[in-house]
């Protein structure tokens, strides 16, 4: 069997910068959403849920969005049909706004500062379902929020699907490819990620020297880079994988222009990447900034369902 360090080296034969032409929002047939026009939006942070909306609206689909105050961009309002304004925790509203629209499918885009979920009131739908679930665990409190919206007729559909041909093709994506040594760090923290993630701990560690200095909690993928520069200094490595509970539905994992300005104040040196599990937001603005900083960013190959949750061979 073919180690994954072996398949990190194979990445040196592939061309440099090939991918990211193929980056950009397309358009998808309308049957894969099932029949439906009309898609609902549970909008979080980030440019993710206006480009998701953009990208159904292409498609020929009208959009209604539950936008969460303090997180999505105001911007979001101007774009779709409806958008009401939500609070987190008011899961009964949410219910309420997509059934009032006959919304059957929605989709889940963009991020919630998890700090903010501290102390949150829910309403008492939502706190019917942490009763029931017995659980604060995201993959867990995500999967019981999709089993109470199909109670109501609404499905969760992947938030990639209207953005399959944005997600991260594999190959080095920039003009600087990653040394040997850098690719043995890449494979220590793909390693890291998946050890953690049975613990539902975040999706991004940074290496140095194969050492992890730096793991992912409440504070995002930004914070970590940037605390990873002020405990070890530049070249590091950042790994940026699915968990291996991973629920594409509900958390995709995505890079845009911020983590790449991260890297630079941190003077991290290698972004790697799952192929077909991340998505890259302004894909050019990104390979252009990490081009000028000479930043290689590595999309390695996505790994078989039976690689993960296992450690790598040597």
């Given at each position: 069997m073919r180690s994954f360090r072996e398949y990190l080296k194979s990445l040196l034969n592939l061309t440099l910068g090939g991918s990211s032409g193929a980056l950009g929002i397309g358009t998808l047939p309308v049957e894969k959403i099932l029949g439906e026009k009309r898609i609902g939006i549970i909008a979080g942070s980030s440019s993710f849920p206006l480009m998701l909306a953009r990208a159904a609206q292409a498609n020929g689909f009208s959009v209604v969005a539950c936008c969460h105050k303090g997180e999505t961009s105001p911007e979001m309002a101007n774009i779709v049909e409806r958008a009401v304004w939500i609070k987190l925790g008011e899961l009964g509203?949410?219910?309420?706004?997509?059934?009032?629209?006959?919304?059957?499918?929605?989709?889940?885009?963009?991020?919630?500062?998890?700090?903010?979920?501290f102390g949150v009131k829910l309403d008492a739908r939502g706190m019917k379902l942490i009763a029931r679930l017995k659980s604060v665990k995201d993959d867990i409190v995500m999967r019981g929020i999709a089993d109470e919206l199909l109670s109501e007729g609404i499905e969760v559909i992947e938030c990639t699907r209207f953005m399959e041909d944005?997600?991260?093709?594999?190959?080095?994506?920039?003009?600087?490819?990653?040394?040997?040594?850098?690719?043995?760090?890449?494979?220590v923290g793909v390693q890291a990620v998946h050890a953690l993630s049975a613990?539902?701990?975040?999706?991004?560690?940074?290496?140095?020297?194969?050492?992890?200095?730096?793991?992912?909690?409440?504070?995002?993928?930004?914070?970590?880079?940037?605390?990873?520069?002020?405990?070890?200094?530049?070249?590091?490595?950042?790994?940026?994988?699915?968990?291996?509970?991973q629920d594409l539905r509900f958390d995709v994992p995505t890079i845009g222009m911020k983590t790449i300005l991260s890297m630079i104040?941190?003077?991290?040196?290698?972004?790697?990447?799952e192929a077909g599990r991340c998505l890259i937001l302004d894909p050019e603005e990104v390979l252009d900034l990490a081009n000028r900083h000479k930043i290689s960013?590595?999309?390695?190959?996505?790994?078989?369902?039976?690689e993960r949750g296992r450690v790598y061979a040597n």
């Open positions: 509203r949410i219910i309420e706004t997509f059934k009032s629209a006959g919304v059957k499918q929605v989709a889940l885009a963009g991020g919630i500062n998890r700090v903010k979920l944005q997600l991260a093709k594999e190959g080095i994506l920039t003009s600087r490819a990653p040394s040997s040594e850098e690719l043995l760090d890449i494979e613990q539902d701990i975040g999706q991004t560690v940074v290496v140095k020297e194969g050492i992890v200095i730096a793991v992912e909690a409440v504070e995002g993928t930004d914070r970590t880079i940037k605390r990873a520069g002020e405990l070890g200094g530049s070249d590091a490595i950042v790994v940026k994988f699915s968990k291996t509970t104040e941190a003077k991290a040196k290698v972004l790697a990447i960013i590595v999309v390695c190959p996505q790994l078989k369902r039976e």
